[in-house]
């Protein structure tokens, strides 16, 4: 029998509205909302469920990313179904590190609410990404390497899909290359940062220092960090590698077709969106993925308890 995979979505599949229904309907989900307002200081009842434009500004997107997947993950992991390892793409990160038990899940929110501070102040204009379809990623690293200015690799999300990131003007002249060099499109992300670039190195030093005053538990289930696309096998690693990730590459295909070479076959998705599953089905059609984005997806782990 194959082994199962928890994976947390990033930032960008955010909407208002999410994770609602889990709120009103399960108490242990409340609960972990709440207690992400109260470490945060945000109303996070109005973030999430109201109509705001706060909800795609990074310091207010990532505490309501976490604070949604952290509440459907107890909501699913009530159900009785359990992970055997865990990862996720980005912020999606501190998902898998609840997952993992590493990390305290008020700590986690606190850390995470800086974190979108940090990011948003880091770099707060002139910077820009970029997804880049339909080309290989020697080829794109190619490129990058040799366009003037700071640009880079963000994301290896899948096969054909690939995100830059670095200075607007750099991003620019990346993406007219990239596309004479075939890809099939460039494709601007609205994003308020160059998000996963050198660029905000400022940033992951000042999350270090957040991190020194967290404590770090013994990892109970196996996670893969984004900077390695390997699984973190001393807890005091953690810290060092949260802190390249702000300004590190996430590399998602390494870390998914890592964890199906080692024997997983079910993946679920918890968090808002499809992102993710969308990618699986370029990395590997062969696995099952499961997305839990609603109260009623939880009916879906039926099949696997």
């Given amino acids: 029998m194959g082994k199962t995979a928890f994976i947390f979505p990033g930032q960008g599949a955010q909407y208002v509205g999410?994770?609602?229904?889990?709120?009103?309907?399960?108490?242990?989900c409340r609960q972990t909302i709440q207690l992400a307002g109260e470490v945060s200081g945000l109303d996070m009842e109005a973030l999430m469920f109201e109509e705001n434009e706060n909800i795609n500004i990074t310091e207010y997107t990532q505490i309501a990313m976490l604070a949604a997947e952290a509440a459907m993950y107890h909501a699913v992991t009530d159900k009785g179904v359990k992970p055997d390892v865990t990862a996720g793409l980005s912020l999606g990160e501190y998902g898998a590190l609840l997952a993992s038990g590493v990390m305290e899940e008020a700590d986690l929110f606190r850390v995470i609410r800086k974190r979108g501070i940090f990011m948003?102040?880091?770099y707060p204009s002139g910077g820009a990404m970029s997804a880049v379809l339909g080309l290989d990623t020697e080829t794109i690293e190619k490129v990058c390497e040799e366009t003037?200015?700071?640009v880079s690799v963000a994301n290896y999300n899948c096969p054909g899909q690939t995100v830059i990131t670095g200075e607007e003007n750099a991003v620019a002249k990346a993406a007219e290359a990239l596309s004479n060099a075939g890809a099939k499109r460039c494709v601007p992300l609205k994003v308020s940062g160059p998000f996963h670039s050198p660029l905000l190195a400022g940033a992951g030093?000042?999350?270090?220092?957040?991190?020194a005053d967290v404590t770090v538990?013994?990892?109970?289930?196996?996670?893969?960090?984004?900077v390695t696309a390997d699984?973190?096998?001393?807890?005091?690693?953690?810290?060092?590698?949260?802190s390249r990730q702000v300004a590190s590459s996430v590399r998602w295909?390494?870390?998914v077709e890592r964890m199906i070479k080692d024997g997983v076959t079910k993946f679920i998705e918890i968090g808002p969106g499809k992102t993710l599953a969308g990618f699986m089905r370029k990395i590997n059609k062969e696995v099952t993925v499961i997305n839990i984005e609603k109260?009623?997806?939880?009916?879906?782990l039926d099949t696997l308890v």
Avoid at 18 to 28: E, I, Q, S, T
Avoid at 205 to 211: F, H, I, P
Avoid at 231 to 242: A, F, N
Avoid at 295 to 300: C, F, S, V
Wanted: hydrophobic letters at 35%.
């Fill in 295 to 300: 109260l009623e997806d939880l009916d879906k």
């Fill in 120 to 122: 948003q102040e880091a």
């Fill in 217 to 226: 538990h013994e990892i109970k289930i196996p996670y893969l960090a984004n």
């Fill in 231 to 242: 699984y973190v096998t001393d807890k005091d690693q953690v810290k060092g590698l949260l």
């Fill in 253 to 255: 295909q390494q870390s």
């Fill in 18 to 28: 999410m994770c609602k229904d889990f709120y009103d309907a399960v108490p242990a």
């Fill in 205 to 211: 030093e000042k999350l270090s220092e957040v991190l």
């Fill in 148 to 150: 003037p200015g700071q």
